[in-house]
Structures are given as C-alpha cells and as structure tokens.
C-alpha cells in the first residue's frame, strides 16, 4: 500500500465520522458512491443506498437538488445555499421541517472533465430558530419601547391638561358657591363644569395608557360595580344590538377603582355592541371567579401569577378580528372605526395593568370576539360605607403650594368658600419660608407633586423637619398610586387628585383633620 493510498484511507474514514452531512455521487444519474454516518442518520438510509440513483432519500425537494447537481455536474461551477430548508428527520427520529447549509463541488474524472459530485452539508437548524427567536424578542422590544415612549407623551400631556382643569373647574365651582342656588348663572356654571369634566374624563383615558391613571383604589363588588353601570349601558348600546347580563353574585371583593373599571366595562361593550353591525346580535357580559393557574395565555399585558381572580367577560356575536387587527388592537391612535379615536383598548390595557390584572382575548373572523377581563380576588365581601355629611365647614389656615397660578388661586377660593383662611406660595422654597413664619397657626399645606427645582416630596420633608406633626396634603394630575408611592410610611394627610371640584376638595379635608 502506498502513502497516497493510506491518506486516502484515513480521509475516507474521518469523512464517515465527520458530523457534517458528507456524500460523494457519480455519473448523469447522481449515483452514491459513498455516504458517512451523519448522512445515513438524515435521511435515514442504509448500506443499500450505494449505487442507488439520488432520489431515494427522504427530503422534501428532490426534483430542485437534482437539477442544481445537474448544473454543477455540467458546467463546474460550485454551489452553495447557506439555508435550505428540507423535510428531513429530526434528532427525535420524527420528520419535520430542517435547514441545512448546502455546498455542491463537481468532482472530476480520470480525464479531468466534472462527472460527479461532492455534497456537504450542515445542519443549521437550531442556529435558524435561535435567529428567529431572537428577531421576535426584539421585535417585542421594539413594540414595548414604542408603546412606553408613547405612555410617557400620553401621560405628561394628561398631567398638563389636568393642571389646567383643575384651574377651571375649580374655578367654576366656587363661582357656583359665591352664587345663590336659584341664580340663573348656576345652570350655565353647571353646563361649564360639565364641559370640564367630561374633558377630565379625556385625561383619565390617556392616563390610564400611559399606566399612571387616577385610581380611588377600594375594595368593591364587581357585580354589583356592573349592575350600577347597568342602565347607562342599555342606554348607550344600539337598537339591534341586545345587551345580556349574566352576574355572579356572593364574588370575592377586588381593590379598584370604581369609575376606571366602570371604563373597562363600558369600552368593551360599546366595542363589542359595534361589531355587531346592523346585522343584530347578542352583547353578553358575564362575571364570576376562576382559580389561575399561570398557564393562561393573555393578550395584556404579562401572564397571571397562580391564584383566584375576579373576572369580567364580554362575549359578542359581531364579525371579529383576523390576527394582523389582534396584534394592533391594544396600540394607541389605531382604530377600525370611521370616527375612533383609537384609545379605548389602549385605556383598558393602562387600567387592567394598574389593577395588576390581566386580558384575554379570543376572536376570529366570522366568529365574534370574547375580551376577559381578570382582577385579583381579595377573598373577602365588600362591607358597605357610611355616606358622608352634605355640608363641611372648615376653620383655620391652609397653605396651597402649585408653580400654576391658576390652580392656587381656584384652590384658594374654594377653600375660602368653606371657611379657611388660605396662603398661597409658587414653589417649595417660597413655602418653606412662609411655613416658617406662621407654622404654628398653619393647620393643612396642600402642596403640588411636580414643581421645578424643589418638587412635592422635597417640600413634604422639609415641612415635616420644621413641624413633625404638620398635615401634608398631597395633589397630582397622577393617580395616588404613582403619586404617593414615595411617600409609603411618610405620613401623609391625604391625597388630593386634580381636577376637583368643591366637594372633593371638602371630603379631602375633613378626612385630613380628622372632622
């Protein structure tokens, strides 16, 4: 035996081990000559392959390869495909679907002239998925980037408007009280505060978006929370739709807001009332309890830990939503409406989340749209509350700290409508000088959570380092969630949210002085 020929030898041999896919195929007729075990083990063949035309093997694309071995076999020139996808068997000895990076290399004869053919090929399919799962992560990214640049927009625009509704319906309510009751101003006061609110509700929506919606958290009925809302909803949906109501009764209490879940419930029937069409159907909601257990999938905004939730379901009969409408319906500005504004979805996704609750979704052409809505369960009933005294009357002196001047100035009148007397201050240094001067006959200090160079929280604890028993009353256009999260264990009198009206400023202080 020669040298060449024991080269040869151990050539053929480590070929047959290589964990690349190696074969060597002759004539017109691509016939194997030769196949190692990785190979074999692919396209699950045996010993009896040699001499077989190419072709007998089980991938998916036969009739292409053999007109590439055809051409490389003609002409010379390599080929390559960095990821052909082929029917193959998988590791799990089951077919499916498999990439491979392809190489084909003519092989010369005696004389030189290309007669077969050299195949090698890696299996590159978990380096494919890998990739994949990769673009869709960020993908997902992108999405929550762009969903969270637009929450921080939504919600700084809201805190805007809402300083500036506070100034007007403020305003507006202590002209209401400087006037006798039977006045004819009071109806278009009436009319000017309805406007306010109702701009108020706007706000509420982009908050609620943005994440930082203005929540009175406490524990409540969803029942019942739906039965009140009850008739608005008749009211509200259209003739040829028919509204359902199928409500649990005895359901554990959930920690909520009243008015933001009632948003919830509004948004997705008025939705699903409108899919319906001029057609006619059914709008069904329902409430019970369902024990999780953290497998649900959820269409917003992160899986369910295990445990029992409160749920609220709106079922429809309307013409529902193919995938690519499923992927945007939470999004901000996107609506299938002629006349949406494209944020109810995107309000119900802020609210849900500040709940720390969850939606699933169910829908498909043709075949309706189910929207579940789950709260986590409290494990307790609701216990009624005492109504408050319709009148207040205050006494003593309340400082209003807020850089708008609006704001202070409705927040001064109508704290003097009730009876305080009231100092105003622009900012936390200018409060902290007044606070020192009078601090021992100041009774409250309402004081203005975002103001440039010394905002709410610095003000809170330079007052509380002058007078440790001071009563701070916070005020945002936040929710008191977001707006009072730094402040756990600081001790405030109460959380006053903007915009408000006279009885909410009431009902603020008697809470804080203990009246």
Do not use: W
Not at 69 to 79: A, I
Not at 243 to 269: F, G, H, K, T, Y
């Amino acid at each position: 035996m020669t040298r060449d020929d024991d080269a040869a030898i151990r050539m053929v041999a480590a070929l047959a081990r290589a964990p690349a896919l190696v074969a060597v195929l002759r004539g017109p007729e691509h016939r194997y000559e030769f196949f190692n075990d990785a190979y074999r083990a692919a396209v699950d063949a045996d010993g009896s392959l040699i001499g077989q035309p190419f072709g007998v093997s089980r991938v998916s694309d036969v009739p292409a390869l053999k007109k590439v071995l055809d051409r490389v076999r003609e002409t010379g020139e390599p080929y390559m495909n960095r990821e052909r996808a082929v029917d193959a068997r998988g590791p799990n000895g089951e077919p499916e679907r498999r990439f491979y990076s392809v190489t084909f290399v003519a092989l010369p004869d005696a004389e030189g002239k290309p007669d077969g053919v050299l195949l090698h090929s890696y299996d590159v399919t978990d380096l494919v998925r890998a990739r994949e799962a990769v673009a869709e992560m960020q993908s997902k990214m992108l999405q929550v980037q762009k969903l969270e640049s637009l929450g921080v927009l939504a919600g700084g625009i809201a805190h805007d408007f809402n300083n500036l509704l506070a100034a007007i319906l403020g305003s507006v309510s202590a002209a209401a009280m400087m006037l006798p009751k039977e006045s004819p101003a009071q109806a278009v006061l009436e009319m000017a505060s309805d406007g306010a609110r109702r701009a108020a509700q706007l706000t509420r929506q982009l908050l609620a978006y943005s994440g930082k919606g203005r929540f009175r958290v406490e524990p409540m009925d969803l029942s019942r929370n739906v039965r009140d809302l009850a008739t608005l909803l008749e009211t509200s949906v259209p003739k040829h739709a028919e509204l359902v109501l199928d409500l649990s009764e005895n359901l554990p209490a959930i920690r909520a807001d009243v008015a933001q879940v009632q948003q919830v419930v509004m948004n997705l029937v008025l939705n699903a009332a409108e899919a319906i069409g001029e057609a006619g159907g059914k709008v069904r909601v329902r409430t019970g309890v369902r024990r999780v257990d953290g497998a649900l999938a959820v269409a917003s905004p992160a899986p369910l830990s295990p445990g029992d939730y409160v749920f609220v379901e709106v079922e429809d009969d309307g013409v529902g939503m193919d995938d690519a409408t499923q992927a945007k319906m939470f999004d901000p500005f996107f609506t299938t409406k002629f006349a949406g504004r494209g944020l109810g979805l995107a309000a119900v996704v802020g609210i849900v989340n500040g709940h720390k609750g969850a939606i699933a979704v169910r829908s498909a052409p043709g075949q309706g749209t189910t929207f579940t809505v789950y709260f986590p369960a409290l494990g307790e009933s609701v216990r009624p509350t005492a109504a408050p005294d319709d009148e207040y009357v205050g006494s003593g002196v309340v400082m209003v700290v807020d850089d708008e001047p609006g704001v202070r100035r409705a927040t001064r009148a109508l704290l003097e409508a009730i009876g305080f007397e009231v100092i105003e201050a622009q900012s936390g240094r200018a409060a902290i000088e007044a606070f020192r001067a009078r601090d021992a006959e100041i009774r409250a200090v309402i004081v203005d959570m975002t103001m440039p160079e010394m905002d709410g929280e610095a003000t809170f604890r330079e007052l509380r380092a002058i007078r440790g028993d001071v009563r701070v009353i916070l005020s945002s256009g936040y929710d008191e969630a977001e707006a009072t999260r730094r402040f756990a264990g600081g001790g405030l009198a109460g959380f006053l949210p903007k915009p408000f009206t006279a009885a909410d400023l009431a009902g603020c202080m008697r809470a804080a002085l203990g009246e």
